[in-house]
């Protein structure tokens, strides 16, 4: 099976510029989580979505958006980019809730 | 690879060695704990995880030991490998199965 896969891997932005990431789960995942991962903060969980609906959230402002579609891939978007979003998005899926997540790589995202 | 986290507390131990990873958690009402593997460039691997209800769940050469009395994780590697230098990340899971929080994280470097 293959695993999960995050696109692109590495982007560079400016500050009040947007960005998508994009996320493939594994086959038959219907759960998708997004967390960020910074040296300062760790990791940190931003929302779950699964079967197209967000189910879980954590404690981002809204500028940190999400959403799924029918094939289970997942996107985020973070709107108004701030010097502080410079991290490391995780993406992890898993078949039912957030047990057995398994993670992607990640998409290394810095703002300029 | 990916900077994972610049001043994370660091564990070093003889190949061969025995380790210890500690975490401590902070809420009571977790429910499901899980250990995950970072390795330089690349995302959470999960090793191993213990529900609340239990005190002691063993793997291949991993073991991991619940105190709830004292809310503590410990994980251990039996005879530590180069291949384990990575960081060690303890989660924690409430019982609603909605608040998903990550530990701090500790660096392990295996020495030759």
């Known amino acids: 099976k293959a695993g999960v896969t995050q696109t692109p891997r590495y982007l560079i932005k400016t500050r009040g510029q947007q960005v998508t990431l994009s996320c493939s789960p594994i086959s038959g995942h219907r759960s998708v989580s997004w967390y960020q991962q910074t040296p300062g903060q760790g990791l940190q969980f931003l929302f779950e979505?699964?079967?197209?609906?967000?189910?879980n959230k954590g404690n981002f402002p809204g500028r940190f958006s999400g959403r799924q579609f029918s094939n289970s891939r997942s996107e985020m978007n973070v709107s108004t980019l701030e010097l502080g979003d410079s991290a490391l998005y995780l993406c992890?899926?898993?078949?039912?809730?957030?047990?057995?997540?398994?993670f992607g790589p990640g998409t290394r995202l810095t703002v300029l | 690879g990916e900077s994972v986290g610049l001043h994370l507390p660091t564990l070093s131990v003889q190949e061969g060695d025995n380790s210890i990873i500690n975490c401590a958690y902070s809420?009571?009402?977790?429910?499901?704990f899980i250990w995950y593997k970072q390795e330089s460039g690349k995302g959470p691997q999960f090793i191993i995880d213990i529900r609340s209800n239990m005190d002691k769940r063993q793997g291949q050469r991993v073991t991991v030991l619940l105190n709830k009395t004292v809310k503590h994780l410990s994980l251990q590697i039996a005879a530590t490998q180069p291949g384990d230098s990575a960081v060690y990340f303890c989660?924690?899971?409430?019982?609603?199965?909605?608040?998903?929080?990550f530990g701090p994280g500790t660096r392990l470097s295996v020495l030759p």
């Open positions: 992890a899926s898993s078949s039912s809730t957030f047990y057995e997540q398994f």
């Open positions: 989660a924690e899971i409430d019982n609603y199965g909605q608040n998903f929080v």
């Open positions: 979505y699964f079967s197209e609906t967000q189910r």
């Open positions: 809420n009571s009402a977790s429910d499901y």
